[in-house]
RNA sequence: GCGUUUGUAGCUCAGCUGGAUAGAGCGUUCCCCUCCUAAGGGAAAGGCCCCCGGUUCGAAUCCGGGCAAGCGCACCA
């Protein structure tokens, strides 16, 4: 598998991951094992089946746990414990950072970590800091589509969450390796933007001719379109009151999608979202891409015309009916383009990987999508679509609407200001994307513990004021050469050492997932783990040994929580 | 009706590539500052892991069948 380089860089990329260097470092061991007791002629030679390490739960268990011995009890023909037994005769411990390994329960073979390993962790944090947590298990090109508001009006809560979850999706991956672009689908073609002109020209009419145009039912209502009219008003006058409809219609489309293209952008701006691409659909008009698309479905043999329509031959057997792809009327319908669009990410830009994040009303679509995709001949698990549910604002323990300062629909920006963005952007992540979110707008606010983006920060707050405490004093802190003699004896120290080290492995879990919501459990989770630390131990204190021990892990700790919140971009005060 | 997501402590949720006594937070009851931010920590109580079957040494976890809730099933996007 992979020539000398190959393994250097492997071990150089463990070094920046302890948890996969230990892991390495246990299958290691036993294999040296089983092939020493064969040798010994103990147990014949077997191919043996896959077994996991898992990181203890409980301190008593050791602090991994491996399973090797159940898995392959018939394999080699014996009990799980007899089979432990044989491996753990054979184990040789020396020179590595385990100073025991225990049968235990049904046959598991339980490692123990010795004190060095302590050391070695904060050591590898210290030397990494802000790239700690950074490692290169991937190395793809990655694309994360995600809010794709429609630009006729103003966001609302589904891209607050949308927006959370792929910003920080997006972060993760890029911390996992991936080179990553995020991307904006902006929908500035097709049908809605028919309704968004005759809503606008309604608007218009209502200002110097009222009463001559009925608004069209299936209109925009909000006040954001009046407002667009109006300043189109105050630009050109009444000039287009039955004047030259062609050029009222480019001119006002054009403006007002601008306009709201623009707040859009400033609203994400705010939100601490940086899109790296703005993908209009009108261009894949203008290219010829959806014809191509469109030809393409054609020459696959997936397509039909009934009733004056072009149709999709749907193949996937769940669906109850085929879909339209050009309507009776020549505009082709979303469906069409979003094929373009997705044929585009794959032919044209090449990406290995593409995660879309949809709301779940749009859950239907995703099979038909990939089906179509295949029909070209594009390998449609290169698509991955995260599916979040929908959110409920709730406010004085009941679900609210509307918002009690505005009256109307809660939009992204009145979210962001009845709160914050570091709520917002944590709270929106607290959950996995497919359960059913409520979103409690009091407890967003709150400051206090029983707020977790505030239990974070104050973690990272308290850690300063130690640090700002020992400088005050005065205290002399030793460099990181003593690292040998630092000595980690109190049980509220371990735990909060080795959570410190499955950092690097919780983005690599989270990234596989496509899963935010493990980073602020996570970071939730540090957070708590140093508040126990604080409370037994102090950091100022006489003993010089102790005090430079626990100062380096007040670093480590900041720089687990400065990385975990800079990942998710949430500010971490240093004074609260 | 079909598809899909969810169902775990009073409430909000982890755990779900099968494993050792099912975990957190909030709420409830009690305890802890002569000492770095008590905006913190500790302890107790609280569970037919929705129900019924199956797979196996072993199921909250996998499979099948139900039940309940959210979402979707347009020549809307």
Same mark, same amino acid.
């Given at each position: 598998?992979?020539?000398?380089?190959?393994?250097?860089?492997?071990?150089?990329?463990?070094?920046?991951?302890?948890?996969?260097?230990?892991?390495?470092?246990?299958?290691?061991?036993?294999?040296?094992?089983?092939?020493?007791?064969?040798?010994?002629?103990?147990?014949?030679?077997?191919?043996?089946?896959?077994?996991?390490?898992?990181?203890?739960?409980?301190?008593?268990?050791?602090?991994?746990?491996?399973?090797?011995?159940?898995?392959?009890?018939?394999?080699?023909?014996?009990?799980?414990?007899?089979?432990?037994?044989?491996?753990?005769?054979?184990?040789?411990?020396?020179?590595?950072?385990?100073?025991?390994?225990?049968?235990?329960?049904?046959?598991?073979?339980?490692?123990?970590?010795?004190?060095?390993?302590?050391?070695?962790?904060?050591?590898?944090?210290?030397?990494?800091?802000?790239?700690?947590?950074?490692?290169?298990? =991937?190395?793809?090109?990655?694309?994360?589509?995600?809010?794709?508001?429609?630009?006729?009006?103003?966001?609302?809560?589904? =891209?607050?969450?949308?927006?959370?979850?792929?910003?920080?999706?997006?972060?993760?991956?890029?911390?996992?390796?991936?080179?990553?672009?995020?991307?904006?689908?902006?929908?500035?073609?097709?049908?809605?933007?028919?309704?968004?002109?005759?809503?606008?020209?309604?608007?218009?009419?209502?200002?110097?001719?009222?009463?001559?145009?009925?608004?069209?039912?299936?209109?925009?209502?909000?006040?954001?379109?009046?407002?667009?009219?109006?300043?189109?008003?105050?630009?050109?006058?009444?000039?287009?009151?039955?004047?030259?409809?062609?050029?009222?219609?480019?001119?006002?489309?054009?403006?007002?999608?601008?306009?709201?293209?623009?707040?859009?952008?400033?609203?994400?701006?705010?939100?601490?979202?940086?899109?790296?691409?703005?993908?209009?659909?009108?261009?894949?008009?203008?290219?010829?891409?959806?014809?191509?698309?469109?030809?393409?479905?054609?020459?696959?043999?997936?397509?039909?015309?009934?009733?004056?329509?072009?149709?999709?031959?749907?193949?996937?057997?769940?669906?109850?009916?085929?879909?339209?792809?050009?309507?009776?009327?020549?505009?082709?319908?979303?469906?069409?383009?979003?094929?373009?669009?997705?044929?585009?990410?794959?032919?044209?830009?090449?990406?290995?990987?593409?995660?879309?994040?949809?709301?779940?009303?749009?859950?239907?679509?995703?099979?038909?999508?990939?089906?179509?995709?295949?029909?070209?001949?594009?390998?449609?698990?290169?698509?991955?679509?995260?599916?979040?549910?929908?959110?409920?604002?709730?406010?004085?323990?009941?679900?609210?609407?509307?918002?009690?300062?505005?009256?109307?629909?809660?939009?992204?920006?009145?979210?962001?200001?009845?709160?914050?963005?570091?709520?917002?952007?944590?709270?929106?992540?607290?959950?996995?994307?497919?359960?059913?979110?409520?979103?409690?707008?009091?407890?967003?606010?709150?400051?206090?513990?029983?707020?977790?983006?505030?239990?974070?920060?104050?973690?990272?707050?308290?850690?300063?004021?130690?640090?700002?405490?020992?400088?005050?004093?005065?205290?002399?802190?030793?460099?990181?050469?003593?690292?040998?003699?630092?000595?980690?004896?109190?049980?509220?120290?371990?735990?909060?050492?080795?959570?410190?080290?499955?950092?690097?492995?919780?983005?690599?879990?989270?990234?596989?997932?496509?899963?935010?919501?493990?980073?602020?459990?996570?970071?939730?989770?540090?957070?708590?783990?140093?508040?126990?630390?604080?409370?037994?131990?102090?950091?100022?204190?006489?003993?010089?040994?102790?005090?430079?021990?626990?100062?380096?892990?007040?670093?480590?700790?900041?720089?687990?929580?400065?990385?975990?919140?800079?990942?998710?971009?949430?500010?971490?005060?240093?004074?609260?």
């Amino acid at each position: 598998m992979g020539n000398k380089i190959e393994i250097k860089e492997e071990k150089m990329n463990n070094m920046k991951n302890p948890i996969k260097l230990a892991y390495h470092s246990i299958n290691e061991l036993i294999n040296n094992a089983i092939t020493a007791a064969t040798q010994q002629g103990l147990i014949k030679k077997c191919e043996h089946k896959e077994f996991t390490i898992e990181i203890g739960k409980d301190a008593k268990n050791g602090d991994f746990a491996v399973n090797f011995a159940l898995t392959n009890a018939k394999v080699y023909g014996l009990p799980p414990r007899a089979l432990a037994e044989i491996i753990l005769q054979n184990i040789d411990l020396t020179d590595t950072y385990f100073e025991k390994v225990e049968i235990a329960g049904p046959g598991f073979m339980n490692f123990y970590t010795s004190k060095s390993w302590l050391n070695f962790i904060i050591n590898t944090i210290y030397t990494s800091g802000e790239n700690y947590g950074k490692t290169e298990t =991937n190395n793809r090109r990655v694309m994360v589509e995600f809010i794709s508001a429609n630009p006729t009006g103003p966001m609302h809560m589904g =891209n607050a969450r949308g927006g959370a979850i792929g910003d920080c999706l997006a972060e993760i991956l890029k911390w996992s390796g991936d080179t990553v672009t995020r991307e904006f689908y902006i929908n500035d073609a097709g049908n809605q933007i028919e309704r968004f002109y005759k809503s606008l020209k309604a608007r218009y009419y209502e200002i110097y001719a009222p009463n001559t145009i009925e608004f069209p039912e299936d209109g925009y209502h909000g006040d954001d379109i009046m407002v667009l009219a109006q300043k189109f008003a105050d630009k050109y006058g009444d000039k287009y009151i039955n004047g030259d409809e062609e050029e009222f219609k480019k001119l006002i489309i054009e403006s007002s999608l601008n306009d709201n293209i623009e707040k859009i952008q400033k609203d994400l701006e705010y939100y601490r979202i940086t899109f790296d691409v703005w993908f209009y659909e009108s261009m894949l008009y203008e290219d010829g891409e959806l014809d191509d698309t469109i030809n393409g479905l054609k020459a696959a043999g997936c397509t039909y015309e009934k009733d004056g329509a072009l149709w999709y031959r749907t193949t996937d057997e769940n669906a109850e009916k085929d879909e339209v792809l050009i309507r009776a009327n020549g505009i082709p319908t979303y469906f069409a383009a979003d094929i373009a669009y997705h044929r585009n990410k794959f032919l044209k830009r090449n990406f290995d990987k593409v995660i879309n994040v949809w709301g779940a009303d749009h859950h239907g679509h995703i099979a038909r999508l990939k089906g179509a995709l295949s029909s070209l001949g594009i390998d449609s698990d290169k698509l991955d679509i995260v599916v979040m549910q929908l959110v409920r604002l709730i406010s004085d323990g009941k679900p609210i609407k509307m918002s009690k300062r505005t009256g109307k629909a809660i939009s992204l920006i009145d979210l962001l200001d009845e709160t914050s963005v570091d709520a917002a952007r944590y709270f929106f992540n607290m959950r996995s994307s497919d359960s059913h979110f409520d979103f409690d707008l009091d407890l967003a606010v709150e400051k206090s513990s029983e707020n977790p983006v505030y239990y974070v920060q104050y973690a990272y707050a308290r850690i300063c004021s130690i640090f700002r405490m020992i400088e005050e004093d005065g205290v002399n802190i030793s460099d990181l050469s003593a690292i040998n003699s630092f000595n980690y004896n109190e049980p509220d120290e371990a735990a909060l050492i080795k959570l410190l080290s499955t950092f690097p492995d919780e983005i690599i879990k989270s990234a596989k997932a496509y899963d935010p919501s493990r980073i602020t459990r996570y970071a939730y989770n540090v957070a708590n783990s140093f508040h126990k630390f604080y409370n037994t131990c102090k950091v100022n204190c006489e003993d010089e040994s102790t005090r430079n021990s626990r100062y380096y892990l007040c670093l480590a700790t900041k720089t687990v929580l400065f990385n975990t919140l800079s990942l998710l971009k949430i500010s971490a005060p240093e004074i609260m």
